[in-house]
């Protein structure tokens, strides 16, 4: 969690950077051209100072929702943030191993995914034994929980 919050705050960092620094520059060079209504770096660097604001405001959003994650509040004996979870896929005939991160975090060909994914909502709350129907565009898809270790490094 640490890393996650290490790499926001990097990015926010530049954000800024760019935002106080660099964009008004751009814009102030773009203003010496003369008329704005025709000045295409004007504009770009007012819409780029537009993104670079709202995609702060995302972040700095995220970093305060990582901060209230409370370790205390996830389940020691069922499927939660941090769980890396053994499924039995039904429909593919296959054993797989998901763990269950941070969507910044998420990359499904490791097997990491998001815990707001469709899979990772589906396998949210199951115990060992259960099995959790997931919704696909190819169809559904039924995986069987055959292990479970959460965050806490406990196996259920």
Do not use: C, W
């Not at 660097?45 to 959003?61: I, S």
């Not at 305060?64 to 039904?90: C, H, K, Q, Y």
């Amino acid at each position: 969690m640490e890393d996650i919050k290490a790499a926001l705050l990097e990015q926010i960092k530049q954000l800024e950077q760019e935002l106080t620094v660099e964009l008004p520059a751009e814009i102030k060079k773009a203003v010496a051209l003369g008329d704005l209504s025709e000045n295409a770096e004007y504009h770009s660097a007012k819409q780029r100072q537009e993104f670079v604001n709202a995609r702060l405001g995302q972040l700095k959003k995220r970093m305060g929702e990582l901060a209230m994650v409370n370790l205390d509040n996830i389940p020691r004996d069922r499927v939660g943030f941090g769980s890396t979870i053994v499924v039995f896929d039904t429909t593919k005939d296959e054993e797989i191993t998901y763990k269950l991160v941070t969507s910044e975090e998420a990359d499904v060909t490791k097997g990491l995914i998001s815990t707001t994914s469709p899979i990772g909502r589906a396998l949210l709350g199951k115990e060992v034994g259960d099995t959790a129907t997931v919704v696909t565009p190819n169809g559904k898809r039924e995986l069987e929980i055959q292990k479970l270790t959460t965050i806490h490094g406990s196996a259920a």
